[in-house]
């Protein structure tokens, strides 16, 4: 082996399957015309064939020597040039109209429990605009003692709050009901983003309008974009701790996120979180809209479709190791990971590295928020044999994560909506992590 | 009479009324909204058709509007499949009898609108707030109307010579296929709500079913493509060591492994046989190339080559001298 130590910054995508084997066993002296041949730039240099050392430190780069770039070079700032790949992504063959599709987060590689805004999945059912926040208005009518219209100003002069929370779509790895159908966490879980949101919690303005405590059931949220998108939300939900948001993570909403003003409906699925919302209605029967009367709902093996699934359960989701990435070497890992509920607070996260049959309890990253992503960590010391790595989240429900098999006996295959269920990535002797239903 | 203790409760719950109309919480915040401004945004129909506005439309008219401006998305028969899920198939005379779709319960077809939909006043809303896709909202009231009795008519559930109109909506709504088909009976609804199922927090020694369910079949490998392109290029762990452009890979983007295997025919014939075939032959090559983008039949029993238009020449040719050198 090295004397300087793991040489992990190989660019291992160059490697066949004999040479990841010989790196595995040892045999480590190849790396170095591998990396000789090796064309892209972002390949960190090998070591100097006389042993002295890394060139990465024995050769001071140009950035060390050299005088580096002024302040506001990018009044807006941008990732660094080598975070390319981390992209949202389409799902190939899930739609076929950009305007009416979904792209997906790439969870495998972000960090903590927030998402950057320029990353939060995207989900369109007409198109996305980029509204005029002096034109956009606010109409609160119904069963409401004063109809009122707000402009932005008049929303953001209120007392505000600011939340964390997730949100998931109620199709997020719904491709995986039946099998194993896409290959990396973008795809199983990427319709999943976390932020702070600031704004009006909706009570206050369902309060200044004077709304009907008595009769009114049933809020309606309706969009400003062509498909003015609405759901019903019941009131319950509407008067704990619903928002009329404006911000997120610290700047406005992204057009696509619904600038100006979206609905945050933390713990129920995406679809209720109405963007560029125009209009909220007070009611006492809910409104079966399109999207929760013929879409968004779930088919049962009985042939009935439940209506109005709006909670999203308990779920965790391993981001690292997950599907598409290779472990270069045995050793030692954090295997980190997320974790939500729709009902509350996480309360527990269970690590299984042998595919459920033992478990441990993972570290969860500061205090957990209600509705909110939790980040788990444990550690790993890989062996080189094959592993299936689980995880398990429990809720302040006492909520167990379920395994896929349990949720199929009740909900059949075909649902779509609302897989909550354990997610497994294999670990073969190779390094190379897939994608796989153990249970 | 009322006693002095009445009174001043009652005086003081008056006082209270009136503080909270003299001083509203947030003053100078909002404005009272104006009856036509309500009307111009208030345009959602409930399933018991409050806020349906009066109209009317027949088959007839709706056939006209929907060839023009429904059948390049929805088929001319609302059967497309192209762009969207199909809206019309799937339910017979049966369903509008029970109010159920059988088709549903054995799961044989794709689901198509009118498969799902219980309610009618959803397919109204809908149409009339976003279609059609390009241009939502411009289509006037009777129009909708027209358009959604055409729709009904397409799947049998309105006779040809129907008007469909606010007086008659409530009868159509009683020959919806599935129209008994939903439920609200689950724990998704309600925060406090049942959960369908109840895992246990096993630690040690769980039961758990042998061997992998599924795994990601070898056809659908490069379906999202370089996944290499997909991780960050530094960390603990990395790019998938898959080189996306050597011949396996190009044969599972391809979709050559779902009727090819490398060691046993399949739909098609093993590559190993392919090789041992044709290896050395002159020309062989060049042939070859030609039969994977073009297709042929034949050589191999009675189950065609299918042509692969979309196949570029150097690829195939990468994959022809691959699979004939029998480096495999």
Known sequence: MSVCGRLKRAPEHFLDSKQIADVQAGRRDFLRGALAAAVAGVAAPAIAADGAGDPAILELPEHTRGLGQPVVARAYGQPSQFERNLQRRESPGLTRVGQSSVSFAPLQGLFGIITPNALHFERHHQGWWDIDPSRHRLMVMGMVKDAKVYTMEDLMRLPAVSRMHFIECGANTGMEWGNVAVPTVQYTHGMLSCCEFTGVKLSTLLDDCGFDRKKGKFVLAEGADGSSLTRTIAMERALDDVMVAWAMNGEMLRPENGYPLRLVAPGLQGVSWVKWLRRIEVGDQPWATKDEAIHYVDLMPDGTHRQYTSIQECKSVITSPSGGQHLLDNGFYNVTGLAWSGRGRIRRVDVSTDGGRNWRTARLEGSPQPKCLTRFNIDWVWDGSPAVLQSRAIDETGYVQPKINQLRAVRGKRSIYHNNAIQSWKVAQSGEVSNVQVY | ?328
């Open chain 2, 1 to 328: 009479m009322c006693r002095f203790i009445d009174w001043a409760a009652a005086c003081a719950a008056m006082m209270l009324v009136f503080a909270a109309d003299a001083a509203p919480r947030f003053p100078g915040v909002g404005r009272p909204a104006t009856p036509a401004e309500i009307q111009a945004w208030d345009i959602d129909v409930r399933p018991d058709f409050k806020g349906l506005p009066a109209g009317s439309g027949s088959v007839a008219q709706g056939q006209k509007i929907w060839d023009e401006k429904c059948a390049s998305c929805h088929g001319t028969f609302g059967e497309s499949n192209e762009v969207f899920t199909p809206l019309v198939g799937g339910t017979t005379a049966e369903d509008v009898k029970a109010g159920r779709v059988k088709a549903l319960v054995t799961g044989d077809v794709a689901r198509t609108t009118l498969m799902k939909v219980s309610t009618l006043s959803t397919l109204w809303d809908y149409i009339h707030r976003a279609m059609p896709w390009n241009a939502p909202k411009s289509l006037p009231v009777d129009e909708v109307y027209a358009v959604l009795a055409y729709l009904l008519n397409l799947g049998d559930i309105l006779p040809a010579d129907f008007v469909l109109s606010d007086r008659n909506i409530a009868e159509a709504q009683q020959r919806l296929p599935n129209r008994n088909g939903m439920t609200r009976d689950h724990g998704l609804w309600d925060i406090n709500g049942k959960p369908d199922v109840a895992n246990t927090a096993c630690m040690k020694d769980c039961p758990v079913e042998a061997g992998v369910a599924s795994e990601l079949p070898d056809h659908a490998q490069g379906s999202h493509g370089n996944l290499a392109e997909q991780q960050r290029t530094v960390g603990a762990v990395r790019k998938a060591a898959v080189a996306d452009d050597g011949p396996p890979a190009l044969a599972r983007r391809n979709a050559c492994l779902s009727c090819h295997a490398i060691d046993k025919k399949l739909v098609g014939p093993a590559f190993r046989d392919v090789a041992a075939k044709y290896k050395g032959q002159a020309g062989m090559e060049a042939k070859l190339v030609e039969k994977l983008r073009h297709g042929g039949s034949g050589a191999w029993g009675p189950v065609p080559m299918p042509a692969n238009p979309g196949l570029p020449e150097k690829d195939a040719r990468v994959l022809v001298q691959w699979v004939l050198s029998g480096g495999l």
